[in-house]
C-alpha cells in the first residue's frame, strides 16, 4: 500500500512537529503496531505513542496526565487533523485520541494517539520490529498474513475495543 505508507509517514510527521510544539524538543512520536510490522493493509491505522518529559505512565487508576497531555498535544495539531473520537473515560487504561488525516494527496489516514512508550513494562513497537524481521525471513507469510486480516475486517472482527484480537493478534495467527 504504496499510496498509505507515504499518507502515514505524512501524519508521522505533522503529529511529531506538533508535539515538539506541544510539550518542546525532548517530545518524541513513535509508530507501533502494524505500520511498524510492515503487515499494515491499505486502510489501516497509524498507530503512534508520545513520549514526552513530564508525560509518564498511568498510574493504576488514574489516567488523567495522560489525558491532559492528549488534550494539549491535540490543541498544536494543523488542520489536516480531524478528531474522530476521544477515549478518555477513567476506567481505559490507555486513553486515546483517534484522528482523520487528510494528507497532502488527500489520502485520509486514521492516525491512533496514545501517551507512554511502555505498556506494562513492555516497550511498545518491540514485538512489531520482531514480526517484521520475522516477515523479511520469510515474505510469501505476509500474503498470508494479509488475507487472514483482511478476513477478520470482512467479518468484523478486527477491533480489539470491541473485544476481538488486536492486529497483533490475528498477524501472530
Do not use: M
Request: contains cysteine; hydrophobic residues 45%.
Amino acid at each position: 500500500p504504496v499510496d498509505f505508507d507515504a499518507a502515514a509517514r505524512e501524519a508521522l510527521a505533522d503529529v511529531a512537529a506538533a508535539a515538539v510544539r506541544a510539550f518542546g524538543p525532548g517530545a518524541e512520536v513513535l509508530p507501533f503496531g502494524s505500520f511498524v510490522q510492515g503487515a499494515h493493509l491499505p486502510n489501516s491505522d497509524l498507530d503512534v505513542c508520545l513520549r514526552a518529559p513530564g508525560v509518564g505512565a498511568a498510574a493504576r487508576r488514574d489516567n488523567g496526565r495522560q489525558v491532559l497531555a492528549l488534550r494539549q498535544l491535540s490543541r498544536e495539531l494543523p488542520e489536516r487533523f480531524e478528531v474522530a473520537e476521544r477515549r478518555f473515560a477513567r476506567h481505559i487504561r490507555v486513553p486515546i485520541i483517534i484522528l482523520r488525516y487528510t494528507s497532502s494527496s488527500g489520502r485520509v489516514v486514521e492516525t491512533d494517539v496514545s501517551v507512554g512508550a511502555t505498556f506494562n513494562g513492555a516497550e511498545k513497537g518491540y514485538a512489531d520490529r520482531l514480526v517484521r524481521r520475522l516477515l523479511a525471513r520469510a515474505p510469501s507469510a505476509l500474503a498470508l498474513v494479509r488475507l487472514v486480516k483482511h478476513w477478520a475486517r470482512a467479518e468484523h472482527l478486527n477491533k480489539a475495543f470491541d473485544g476481538f484480537l488486536n492486529s497483533l493478534g490475528w498477524t501472530l495467527l
